[in-house]
């Protein structure tokens, strides 16, 4: 079993397929075919829902959250779609159970499960691919995009929290302490030395920004922290977010820099990013003051993605991303440096 990391991306997904089938009896569906929609750090398979319709079946990485934080990820998430927002609705066991824990002998570890409702839509695009032929009015859609962002935010400022409630940070520790939980960025073997000395720069000199930033509640709070173009979906002129995988607790420009930086450097970046902030601006109040931090937000998004790669190396998109991803952090720790 120790090959099944190394193993091809069809038979790992093939293995996957297995699980899904086995965790599927937990809602009372056999005799299916899960169909693989994605298979990154989770792989996601398209399924029966009970009841009739669709719906997505998740089966998480191995050993990322503890039970009580993904059950804590999932009652926002249910707490968001009763409340109105445009988030996909959890689809609970035939015992009422937000997930399950299931293993199989062809998978080396215990796998955590869990459904939600599948939500008709296209990705606004890809981080291989970028922006999707689906979007027609950037501008419209980017307005829509800031909404649903600021009415995350809204929402997560004014949810009491269940008891027990659990989530990582993306604080200071998160994003620059010796182990920050997308890794230790600066270690990436895909840097070379002048690199590594560069981001090491770069961190110690963010570390010490945000800790003169502090946590105001006006830009701290629980975030959806992974609004990259496949965790959002496109329908009729609405804009819904998916995966909250990797929601916690951390700044709210986070969120916002994890749009605008895909888009840096191209023609459309002025227009999206303005877009987004308008639309933001329409629901949640942001000040100047806080938009001009936005330079360090995308330094420190940068340092996750070379996190990311680092730890999932044995993904495909990790592999095809890492040279860009690397070149783009070295851009901003230049920059930021030089401020």
């Not at 009896?25 to 750090?41: M, N, Y």
């Not at 227009?271 to 100047?288: E, P």
């Not at 998004?301 to 998109?317: K, S």
Request: negative net charge.
């Amino acid at each position: 079993m120790t090959d099944f990391y190394t193993i091809g991306l069809d038979a790992r997904a093939e293995r996957m397929a297995h699980l899904a089938v086995e965790a599927l009896k937990s809602w009372g569906i056999t005799d299916c075919t899960p169909e693989l929609v994605k298979i990154r750090e989770n792989a996601v398979f398209r399924v029966p829902a009970p009841g009739g319709g669709e719906a997505a079946l998740r089966i998480h990485r191995h050993a990322y959250h503890s039970d009580v934080a993904l059950e804590s990820e999932l009652q926002w998430m249910r707490a968001l779609q009763q409340d109105g927002i445009d988030v996909p609705a959890i689809v609970p066991t035939q015992i009422d159970a937000l997930f399950i824990t299931e293993s199989v002998a062809s998978v080396p570890e215990p796998r955590q499960v869990d459904m939600v409702r599948w939500l008709p839509g296209v990705p606004l695009g890809t981080l291989e691919e970028g922006l999707s032929a689906a979007v027609h009015d950037i501008g419209q859609t980017f307005t829509q995009v800031g909404r649903l962002v600021g009415e995350l935010h809204n929402h997560a400022a004014n949810w009491p929290l269940p008891e027990g409630f659990q989530r990582h940070a993306w604080d200071v520790d998160g994003l620059t302490g010796e182990q920050p939980f997308w890794g230790r960025f600066w270690e990436f073997p895909g840097l070379d030395a002048a690199q590594r000395a560069l981001l090491e720069r770069a961190r110690d000199t963010a570390r010490d920004d945000l800790f003169a930033i502090g946590q105001p509640k006006e830009n701290y709070g629980l975030i959806h922290s992974d609004l990259n173009l496949d965790n959002m979906l496109l329908h009729d002129g609405r804009v819904m977010a998916i995966d909250f995988d990797d929601c916690g607790f951390g700044w709210h420009l986070f969120d916002l820099a994890t749009i605008s930086i895909l888009f840096r450097g191209t023609d459309d970046y002025d227009q999206i990013h303005q877009s987004l902030i308008t639309g933001y601006r329409q629901v949640r109040d942001l000040s100047d003051e806080l938009l001009e931090l936005m330079p360090l937000f995308y330094l420190l998004r940068a340092f996750t993605y070379v996190g990311w790669v680092h730890t999932r190396n044995e993904t495909h998109t990790a592999q095809e991303i890492a040279a860009e991803v690397v070149a783009t952090t070295c851009e901003l720790a230049d920059s930021y440096l030089r401020k």
